[in-house]
């Protein structure tokens, strides 16, 4: 079955860090571009960062320049978003897609689990 199964998600206090993990199961990873989005309570989903099969990275979200870097390990199969100085405004379910915007995994990919991210004092 081809899927990405996001996971190292979990609850820290402001200022704290999370790697995320994006893995794929099923085909395999390098020569597709990969994204990460995120969904607050009560807020749209949006795309947070995306690396293409080169390396190079695009920021979708000026809030987490300068925290938040996205990487890749084709060996072995998996994205990671390394989250550095996280905030409230961070909290949020974390997915990963094929894709670098939500309205193209809408309408020709799927989404996984996600990973919930919290930042709380």
């Known amino acids: 079955q081809v899927q990405l199964v996001e996971s190292g998600g979990g609850a820290v206090q402001p200022g704290g860090s999370l790697r995320l993990s994006c893995a794929a199961s099923g085909f395999t990873l390098n020569g597709y571009t990969i994204g990460w989005f995120r969904q607050a309570p009560g807020k749209e989903r949006e795309a947070v960062l995306c690396?293409?099969?080169?390396?190079?990275?695009?920021y979708y979200q000026d809030s987490v320049k300068g925290r938040f870097t996205i990487s890749r390990d084709n060996a072995k199969n998996t994205v990671y978003l390394q989250m550095n100085s996280l905030k409230p405004e961070d909290t949020a379910l974390y997915y990963c897609?094929?894709?670098?915007?939500?309205?193209?995994?809408?309408?020709?990919?799927?989404w996984g689990q996600g990973t919930q991210v919290t930042v709380s004092s």
């Open positions: 897609a094929r894709a670098c915007t939500v309205d193209f995994v809408w309408r020709f990919g799927s």
């Open positions: 690396i293409s099969s080169g390396g190079t990275s695009t």
